[in-house]
């Protein structure tokens, strides 16, 4: 087994101090008795050391009398012993009560937690390993206040999109995340591998990110090796199989066509389906389903298990100079329709060396590589595989019973035979990403860190699309073959991105006085470049590479980006008496997205704190153990506004004249450009408090904060006789107001401990100015001053037509309608209904994100529960998802429950209808829905072997676990409708239920 070890980590030389006689040992051990391995046993501040092993035993020799052993490990409080004359010292490590000595991630630096004054939240990252999610970012779900996480869609690979207190731009609103100061993704990161997130919600915090930081930053810290630490080699295992959280509940093939008659005598047609015929099918589908199909499309597609898996190992271990980290993980997710499949591998050395007191080195090396492959065009919105599941009707068959692929009367499409048979994408991804930095400290107290991080990503894309031979009962020849052609399309890109940063910090404490300055500087340019061809008519289907197409449509094209940046930063830090703190930031950023005079802005930010826990006046109140008041104010700027907006484009692609009957290539001017562009800028004020009770067992904070974006850029109407495409001009401006409230409670009785956390969150965002353009309405949503960013739009419903009388008392409305059909309000009087009287019917931006997290923890066992959900939600449905009968669609069980019916008048849906461009058809409030949910997330039962059991194996812990995420959910959506899933239709990939069970295991 040592020499097992000793492979694994050859790079490392440990080195175990050991001096001579007399000698001291012990044994140290947890608060329930039992032996604690990994706790460092250091001499006079660090002289010597060495670490407890596996049952917590630990040995010194050579130390004199008065030597001082300190015995520190995560989450227990530091413990410290001077030798006398004793030969055997024994240690019982007692919890840390007390968080306010808990080191947060800050920018470019570390802070206390006690000392911060701007909105940074620390994520506990133990919430994050149990779960049984496929990218991190959906781990982070409910663990943060004022952090938004939505997962709308289940496809293996698919990640979540993160928002820190709410949207703050009409155009990108996605945070910062950096992983160990570089730009990332962090579904890029195993969580087993991060050792701690810090969310920057304010200004404040965030502003010596400038320019980049305008939407919050997320902070990702890997885990490194330990000084003095023995070889430690952790394995963790995941695995896990997926079902659907919902989906809708569809009738069979009789229920439709019975419906569907009666669809169509509601317009006055003429039914499709004969008494007769429906008998004769009632008699013959069970014997002859290839002429009389009663098809369950969802059983057909939803045929896999989604299984999924996780590996990960780690080495880790350090001497005197050296300390390493090194990971390995794999990830599997396998689809719950066939052929959905993706793959990410990772492998991370993290490496600190200590040259002398002066300088250390670090060494950091990221790879990644991921594949995804899936069915050709599965996930589009109008034909793909999830659009045509919940489309097609129960009387078209899919698979006939000599095995050949059913031909309907959808257009010729068979959505199992896209499953299976017309093709793939397939997409894959290799990226190189480094840290490169040097450590150096000249004197006490100051710092210089000069790192350089270069990262390197090629992503390929390879479509191909056969064509599907599809058959009518009884006809040798296909009826269809879809698509006509075989058609191929290959995509190769390639970035890089060069960063060097420098950051010199220094610190000083004189008296009750603590002081501390830092300055940085950093500069970060970026090249893409992309090649991609594409040729059709493929003679062997089956040999699907480019040079097999046909010569008669090649295609291909390419292009390139580049943008650089150039910052200044700093920051001074003031403390009285660990009581009256202050901190004010800068950022001097420039841009080459911007024209030379506009190129670089300035991002400030001060803060304030005072910690009335440690004025006399409160420090004798026994239940206070924290209370610390903080204000904020600070700017950030944003340059996410396209590569150069500033420029006017040239089409050099699409600009062909004809001269004397010849085609000619040319080129032409397409869109303006704006030579006085420049930054948005985001103003953020905040007003918190932190306090903590009974020993810091009750915690929390609250935060209420003002952001306010202006100068966002928007593409304002010009005249139609330029003939171009309207530049971008600094003029829209959002305004958001909120606050978090986040709140821990802990304690033990006997040998059972237990802990709950409460999460709530709320923020308005309104469009406060458009520069009087607008408002720009889009299908059913509109961006108009007074209102949250993209509201629905459209009528107001008041319920539906009871009888013909009503229909005559009431203004004219859309085409053709009568009883049954949505009455729509007249909102000017004009006795007309038309788009004059379409006004903001919903909103879209979730409010009030709340969660709760129990943990309960007896002898051996630990479980926990957590629960997430959102108080306030609109979402706007059509067509499939609550449309019956939608473009010869289907239709679902709860809309024949609830459908209008003359013999029920007081129906809650209108009639049924075929037409799908009808009245009851336009976007109105009958179509929204109230998104509120609360969902078990998750839910975790583990159990730790004992470690009497796991010693003659040489294991130092093992944790079995079983657990499960999106177990229940509560809401009011309609039958098989998730309340995380996105407006519109419902044709995209479903999200997903998963049991999973795991093993933690520690050499």
């Known amino acids: ?460 894309l390879k479509k191909f699309e056969k064509p599907i031979a599809l058959y009518t009962p009884g006809f040798e020849e296909p009826t269809y073959s879809v698509p006509q052609k075989s058609y191929l399309e290959q995509r190769e890109s390639k970035s890089w991105r060069n960063q060097l940063t420098a950051v010199a910090t220094y610190q000083k404490t004189i008296g009750t006085h603590d002081f501390g300055v830092l300055a940085g500087y950093e500069q970060i340019d970026y090249r893409n470049e992309w090649l991609q061809g594409s040729r059709d008519n493929f003679t062997f289907v089956d040999y699907p590479e480019m040079n097999s197409g046909s010569l008669d449509n090649v295609k291909n094209g390419g292009n390139a980006e580049e943008w650089a940046l150039r910052s200044y930063f700093g920051r001074v830090n003031y403390a009285y008496a660990s009581r009256y703190l202050f901190e004010a930031n800068v950022r001097h950023d420039g841009s080459s997205r911007f024209a030379p005079g506009h190129r670089y802005g300035t991002f400030p930010s001060f803060s304030v704190g005072w910690r009335l826990s440690e004025e006399n006046f409160l420090k004798n109140i026994k239940p206070l153990s924290n209370l610390k008041l903080r204000a904020s104010w600070g700017q950030l700027g944003n340059q996410k506004i396209g590569t150069y907006p500033y420029l006017s484009t040239v089409d050099l692609a699409n600009m062909g004249f004809i001269f004397g009957g010849n085609p000619v290539d040319g080129a032409g001017i397409t869109r303006m450009g704006n030579s006085i562009i420049t930054w948005e800028t985001a103003e953020t004020k905040n007003m918190g408090v932190d306090f903590g009770f009974f020993g810091n067992q009750l915690t929390g904070s609250f935060e209420y904060y003002i952001r306010d974006t202006k100068d966002i850029l928007l593409n304002l109407p010009i005249p139609g006789t330029i003939g171009l495409s309207a530049p971008a001009q600094n003029a829209g401006e959002v305004s958001n107001k909120g606050w978090d409230l986040n709140l821990n409670y802990r304690d033990k009785i006997g040998e059972l401990g237990y802990s709950i956390g409460f999460i709530l969150s709320d923020v308005k965002n309104e469009v406060t100015s458009l520069k009087d353009a607008g408002p720009f309405i889009t299908g059913y949503t509109i961006r108009k001053e007074g209102y949250p960013i993209d509201s629905y739009f459209g009528y107001q419903a008041a319920g539906i037509f009871k009888n013909d009388d009503e229909v005559k008392n009431h203004p004219t409305q859309i085409g053709a309608y009568g009883p049954g059909d949505i009455i729509y309000k007249n909102q000017n009087s004009d006795n007309v209904i038309n788009a004059d009287d379409r006004v903001v019917i919903g909103n879209p931006i979730p409010r009030y994100n709340y969660s709760i997290n129990l943990a309960l923890n007896y002898k051996n066992f630990d479980f926990s529960m957590f629960m997430q959900g959102v108080g306030k939600r609109d979402v706007y449905l059509e067509k499939n998802a609550v449309w019956a009968f939608y473009s010869g669609g289907k239709v679902q069980d709860w809309m024949v429950e609830n459908r209008w019916t003359p013999e029920n008048v007081n129906a809650s849906y209108p009639r049924f209808i075929a037409n799908t461009s009808h009245n009851n058809y336009q976007a109105s409030d009958f179509w929204i829905y109230s998104a509120a949910y609360l969902r078990i997330k998750n839910v975790t039962l583990g159990y730790t072997i004992p470690k009497e059991l796991l010693r003659r194996l040489s294991i130092q812990n093992m944790r079995l676990y079983v657990t499960t995420n999106n177990l229940f959910t509560f809401d009011k959506m309609p039958s098989g409708i998730d309340p995380e899933s996105p407006a519109g239709d419902i044709n995209g990939y479903p999200l997903t239920t998963t049991y999973a069970i795991g093993v933690n295991v520690s050499f």
């Open 1 to 460: 087994m040592r020499r097992f070890y000793f492979m694994l980590l050859a790079f490392i030389s440990l080195q175990t101090v050991y001096a001579q006689n007399p000698e001291i040992k012990g044994v140290v051990t947890d608060e329930y008795g039992e032996g604690l391995p990994g706790v460092t046993v250091s001499v006079n501040n660090g002289e010597k050391g060495t670490i407890t092993d596996v049952d917590g035993n630990y040995l010194f020799s050579g130390l004199s009398t008065g030597s001082v052993l300190k015995f520190t490990y995560i989450g227990y409080e530091p413990q410290e012993v001077k030798i006398q004359s004793q030969t055997v010292i024994n240690i019982q490590m007692v919890p840390s009560s007390i968080i306010l000595d808990e080191v947060v991630a800050v920018g470019y630096a570390v802070q206390k937690k006690v000392n911060l004054t701007g909105a940074v939240e620390s994520v506990n990252v133990t919430d994050l390993l149990d779960k049984p999610v496929g990218v991190t970012s959906e781990a982070l779900q409910g663990v943060s206040a004022g952090l938004t996480v939505t997962r709308s869609s289940g496809k293996p690979g698919d990640g979540s999109t993160l928002r820190i207190r709410g949207i703050g731009t009409l155009g990108d609103s996605n945070p910062l995340v950096l992983i160990d100061g570089v730009e990332g993704d962090i579904d890029a990161v195993d969580p087993n591998m991060i050792e701690n997130i810090s969310v920057l919600k304010d200004a404040a915090s965030a502003a010596i990110y400038g320019s980049r930081a305008a939407n919050g930053v997320i902070l990702v810290t890997t885990k490194r090796g330990a000084k003095n630490q023995q070889i430690k080699v952790d394995y963790n295992l995941h695995m896990g199989w997926q079902a659907l959280t919902d989906k809708p509940k569809f009738t069979d093939g009789y229920t439709y066509m019975v419906m569907h008659n009666e669809a169509m005598r509601n317009e006055e047609k003429k039914e499709l389906y004969s008494a007769g015929y429906l008998q004769e099918y009632l008699d013959n589908k069970a014997i002859n389903p290839d002429l009389y199909p009663d098809v369950d499309w969802q059983k057909e597609i939803y045929t896999e298990s989604g299984f999924q898996q996780r590996h990960s190992i780690s080495v880790s271990g350090g001497t005197e100079k050296l300390s390493s980290m090194a990971m390995f993980s794999f990830n599997e997710q396998n689809g719950i329709v066939a052929n959905y499949n993706y793959k990410q591998y990772n492998l991370r050395f993290n490496n600190d060396y200590i040259v002398n007191r002066y300088l250390r080195l670090k060494a950091d090396v990221s790879l990644k590589k991921t594949g995804s492959d899936t069915p050709y065009d599965g996930e589009n919105a109008s034909s793909g595989i999830f659009y045509g599941v919940n489309r097609a009707a129960p009387i078209y068959a899919a698979l006939l019973s000599d095995g050949r692929y059913a031909a309907n009367a959808l257009g010729g499409s068979n959505t199992l035979a896209n499953v299976h048979a017309r093709g793939f994408d397939k997409n894959n991804q290799h990226s190189f990403l480094g840290r490169f930095s040097a450590v150096i400290t000249p004197i006490e107290g100051a710092s210089v860190d000069v790192s350089y991080m270069p990262e390197y990503s090629q992503s390929g």
